[in-house]
């Protein structure tokens, strides 16, 4: 139950994320959008992967978008990607994508398109400079679970907005490297 607390939290800004970009494009006739959730792993498989999977697509129907799931790099084309606003990594895991796929979800980001990193989507890729400025760094370590207090800075954002002041939680808190 927990992991599908913590997955919600984190569609939350998955959400914020496609209703910006609905309010950005208002002259364009409304359309829906549409995610590719990857699912690609390398050495190491969570089992939160389905049920994360699970949460997006009960997203989607609350929200009216369209989720295709996918553990298949050779999705990662230019004419395929066209079709989604944005991509989803869930606790995706090692190198996923050759050099043609790199080169088609660059292509994808800078085309304005969207992407969410879930969960161990900063332990990908570590080789490749460019994903790993997208996120800003990648993951290092983890302790023990263990509680922690979170200091919620900006409460009017629309992803934080329905957090306490200081919002206490026992979960499993990552370390980054960020990047240079």
């Excluded at 298949?72 to 991509?87: E, I």
């Excluded at 800078?110 to 570590?126: L, N, P, Q």
Aim: charged letters at 20%; proline letters at 2%.
């Amino acid at each position: 139950m927990k992991m599908i607390t913590i997955i919600a939290e984190i569609l939350l800004g998955l959400r914020a994320t496609l209703h910006t970009s609905s309010a950005i494009n208002t002259s364009e006739a409304v359309k829906q959008h549409k995610l590719l959730v990857f699912t690609t792993i390398g050495p190491y498989y969570h089992e939160s992967i389905p049920f994360g999977i699970a949460a997006i697509e009960k997203l989607s129907r609350d929200n009216e978008f369209l989720v295709d799931a996918t553990n298949d790099s050779s999705l990662f084309t230019n004419n395929n990607l066209k079709q989604y606003s944005a991509v989803v990594f869930l606790s995706t895991t090692g190198d996923v994508l050759n050099d043609q796929e790199k080169n088609a979800f660059v292509r994808f980001i800078r085309s304005d398109k969207g992407f969410v990193g879930i969960h161990s989507a900063a332990d990908t890729e570590y080789g490749w400079s460019w994903y790993n400025k997208l996120l800003g760094g990648h993951f290092m370590s983890h302790p023990i679970q263990q509680n922690a207090t979170l200091n919620v800075i900006d409460r009017r954002f629309i992803v934080t907005k329905h957090f306490p002041k200081q919002w206490r939680r026992f979960d499993e808190w990552r370390s980054f490297q960020a990047t240079r």
